[in-house]
């Protein structure tokens, strides 16, 4: 199975910051990488597909960027409603895989 | 708009069968491939089970397979599953979830229904 490895586990940063997590594929997914967020007590929402494809409705201020086995997601002016937890997936191969989520606190 | 609304949760005792509905309207079900995804209290995210649009491929996580089966009913726009031999550890909410018109990522999720194992 692929392994998705996020980095930070956590992080804090204040309204208006910018904030990057990265997510790091144990082989080569190409470009088959997601982004989603979760707030609490709610499901995931799916914000990136395709590495870089941003969904319908997603605020410009977050783009993801990367190929093969490097992924970033990247939040800029950070707003209040951008604090939660954010999980990559990777579908390129079975079983997809999620990594273990990077939750974004207030500081 | 997408609607995608599980049932079927509830508290089972180890060792025990439980079956998870996840009842989808306001898209062409049949024409979607289909996910199962678990989070165990406090924990992450886990992709457990998908399936095609006609049931003919599935793919498992290792640690479901053989024990969890996902299947459809394109007639009754459901998803299914079948859960048995079920641990402590398979304590979780559990999602469906529908791939995007694109395929690969989960483009519309359920509220979840909760699976507590324990005796």
């Known amino acids: 199975d692929i392994q998705m490895t996020q980095s930070p586990s956590a992080v804090s940063a204040s309204v208006g910051d910018r904030v990057t997590i990265t997510c790091r594929a144990s082989q080569d997914i190409s470009s088959l990488l997601g982004w989603y967020q979760q707030k609490p007590g709610k499901a995931p929402k799916l914000l990136i597909s395709?590495?870089?494809t941003l969904q319908s409705g997603v605020p410009s201020r977050f783009s993801g960027s990367g190929f093969g086995t490097d992924f970033t997601l990247t939040i800029n002016n950070l707003q209040p409603e951008d604090f939660a937890t954010y999980y990559c997936?990777?579908?390129?191969?079975?079983?997809?895989?999620f990594g273990q989520g990077t939750k974004l606190e207030i500081k | 708009e997408v609607q995608l609304v599980e049932s079927g949760g509830g508290l089972v005792q180890p060792g025990g069968s439980l079956r998870l509905s996840c009842a989808a309207s306001g898209f062409t079900f049949s024409t979607y491939w289909m996910t199962w995804v678990r989070q165990a209290p406090g924990k992450g995210l886990e992709w457990l089970a998908k399936?095609?649009?006609?049931?003919?491929?599935?793919h498992y996580v290792g640690s479901v397979k053989g024990r969890f089966t996902i299947s459809r009913d394109n007639a009754k726009k459901s998803l299914y599953l079948q859960m048995s031999s079920l641990r402590v550890d398979d304590t979780a909410i559990y999602y469906c979830?529908?791939?995007?018109?694109?395929?690969?990522?989960?483009?519309?999720w359920g509220q979840g229904t909760l699976v507590t194992v324990s005796s």
């Open positions: 997936e990777q579908a390129n191969s079975f079983p997809y895989t």
């Open positions: 979830a529908r791939d995007l018109s694109s395929g690969w990522f989960l483009g519309g």
């Open positions: 399936i095609n649009q006609d049931g003919s491929q599935k």
């Open positions: 395709t590495a870089s």
